[in-house]
């Protein structure tokens, strides 16, 4: 526990943070950072501590394990300048569902914090890695990429990709804003469509989605 406590105090005092800046930055409750700063948390919770890390802008294994084994002296410096980005999950069913992350001590996919707060529009505690697992929108995107998600977008005005729950997993389509008129009063609709022909397109009222957010950036291995 004092491993935690001193790691987090020195990467606080790096950023120059206090407890309730850090606090809202990685949207937890101020207590959560005090009771771990004072000894009282013996088990902080992990999702919670993933959003701390990426507040401070480093691993979560930077907080938890000795500094030297995180190259305090040559390769950590280097994690300091990295952004890494938990991945998109889905937790909870119906009016308790919730968009979740899911972090490991090694996260695959670190960004250079000067470019991506460069490249993107969103701060990165919005951001969210998502595995693109079927073909719906071939050939945009492909089966094994691996895009961004900006949760804080999640309206699909302008129209573009997003990521959306249907009720049993992650989907992703393209979506816009379409006016139907029914019985003389006009509806605002979306648009539900996939790049891959063979998928049917459709429409549902906005109030029927549940948009989790906007792709901005994909990556894949070129073969």
Do not use: C
């Not at 937890?28 to 701390?52: C, Q, T």
């Not at 991945?87 to 914090?113: D, E, I, M, S």
């Not at 490249?119 to 071939?138: K, P």
């Amino acid at each position: 526990m004092s491993t935690l406590i001193n790691n987090l105090k020195a990467h606080m005092a790096r950023l120059e943070l206090n407890a309730r800046e850090l606090a809202k930055r990685a949207d937890v409750k101020p207590s959560f950072i005090y009771d771990i700063l004072s000894g009282k948390s013996a088990n902080p919770s992990s999702i919670k501590l993933a959003r701390v890390a990426q507040a401070l802008r480093v691993n979560l294994a930077d907080l938890v394990q000795p500094s030297e084994a995180n190259g305090a002296d040559g390769g950590g410096a280097a994690n300091h300048n990295a952004i890494h980005l938990p991945y998109l999950t889905v937790a909870g069913k119906g009016a308790q569902r919730h968009v979740a992350t899911k972090f490991t001590y090694t996260p695959p996919f670190a960004f250079n914090a000067t470019w991506l707060q460069g490249v993107m529009t969103t701060e990165a505690q919005y951001l969210r890695i998502l595995h693109i697992e079927e073909d719906s929108m071939h050939p945009t995107l492909h089966p094994n990429d691996h895009v961004i998600v900006d949760v804080s977008r999640n309206t699909p005005s302008p129209p573009g990709i997003f990521a959306l729950f249907d009720g049993h997993g992650i989907i992703i389509k393209r979506l816009e804003y379409t006016i139907e008129d029914i019985n003389g009063r006009q509806d605002r609709l979306v648009q539900i469509r996939s790049d891959n022909p063979h998928y049917t397109s459709y429409e549902k009222a906005a109030s029927e989605l549940d948009i989790i957010g906007r792709i901005v950036w994909v990556g894949r291995n070129l073969h």
